[in-house]
């Protein structure tokens, strides 16, 4: 099956700090990177869905000055968390989506711990 | 508002048993996915369904897009099917593309 990577896989920073994670499809051309985050013990929820070469569609209360998401290319999607805060500590998957397909394949995810 | 409820939320059952997970959403869907979610965090898409019903191994998964509802499905249940079985959704919405995820069910199989 395709395969999606995420790095890092965890990351621990101070909070005032940015943070970037990567999302890598390894064996296709994803058009749409979904990032979605997911705190203990809850459901994940969409954070914001990009397309490559346009700008993201941020959900409902989703600062996108805050999270910056980059698809610069149809197998790299970047998510930088901004002046990080102790709130922002999560599991922060990734997912992607062939042109016209159904399925998402989704990233190991990373998490985040901001001190 | 799209609203995905799965239950039970958790379950604990012994080896060999036939396992049913049930998830049931509020809007009209263009898809339904059954996701696994292993301890470490990572996810494995199991099932993608429109209607009817698909079947991989031990795992079947039933859509009836009428009543809203799926259920997935695990028969001769093992040790290793260990996990949190997430239904997630897509709406019909237009502009609607990411997934709507219910909470999960956390399921335990004792040998």
């Known amino acids: 099956g395709a395969v999606v990577s995420q790095h890092p896989s965890r990351v621990i920073c101070k909070s005032g700090t940015s943070v970037k994670i990567e999302c890598r499809s390894l064996?296709?051309?994803?058009?749409?990177m979904f990032w979605y985050r997911q705190f203990p013990k809850q459901s994940l929820m969409l954070m914001a869905t990009?397309?490559?070469?346009?700008?993201?569609?941020?959900e409902q209360g989703v600062e996108k000055d805050k999270f910056l998401i980059n698809h610069a290319s149809l197998t790299l999607s970047t998510l930088t968390v901004t002046s990080a805060h102790p709130e922002d500590s999560s599991f922060y998957i990734c997912s992607a989506r062939r042109g016209g397909a159904e399925t998402q394949y989704f990233g190991p995810g990373t998490r985040l711990l901001v001190l | 508002k799209n609203e995905v409820e799965q239950s039970p939320q958790n379950l604990t059952a012994q080896e060999g048993e036939f396992i049913t997970i049930n998830c049931s959403y509020s809007?009209?869907?263009?898809?339904l996915h059954w996701l696994q979610q292993h301890p470490g965090g990572g996810i494995v898409s199991l099932f993608m369904?429109?209607?009817g019903k698909k079947k991989h191994g031990r795992l079947i998964a039933t859509i009836n897009i009428q009543e809203k509802h799926s259920s997935l499905h695990i028969t001769a249940s093992h040790p290793r099917d260990s996990a949190v079985y997430i239904c997630a959704v897509r709406s019909l919405d237009a502009g609607a593309d990411g997934l709507t995820f219910g909470k999960g069910t956390h399921l335990i199989i004792q040998p």
């Open positions: 369904l429109s209607s």
């Open positions: 990009s397309n490559e070469g346009s700008k993201a569609t941020y």
């Open positions: 064996d296709f051309q994803a058009t749409t």
């Open positions: 809007v009209g869907i263009s898809a």
